[in-house]
């Protein structure tokens, strides 16, 4: 909360900023019952949602929730799209390079049969 108040305080959201992002440290050292991650009930008493809503109120900030995984997940998908493309790109040459090849097989059959 102290982070939200200071966005707006030190003239942070007037300067456009939008988001608090609480990216670690929320996670209790243990998960609940169902094995989920949960928030830290000493540093959250009061749970996420509560901490979503005081930050909500500001009307000009959210909560942005980014933890390490999402971070990773993010640029493995990125590295999934440039291999993608990179492995396009390859097949992309490597049909070309066999259409002038053929190319150059059938001018130079023409030319023998002349």
Known sequence: ?????????????????????????????Q??????????PVRFPHGLKALADYVSSFQCCSLLN???MDIVKRILNYMQTLCFLHMLHFF????????????????????NFT
Do not use: H
């Open 1 to 29: 909360m102290r982070m939200a108040d200071l966005l707006v305080s030190e003239g942070y959201k007037d300067a456009g900023y939008e988001y608090v992002s609480m990216d670690d440290c929320w996670l209790a050292p």
């Open 31 to 40: 998960r609940d019952a169902s094995g989920r991650l949960q928030p830290d």
């Open 66 to 68: 980014c933890s390490i």
């Open 92 to 111: 992309l040459f490597l049909f070309l390079f066999i259409c002038l090849e053929l190319v150059t097989l059938l001018l130079l059959l023409g030319n």
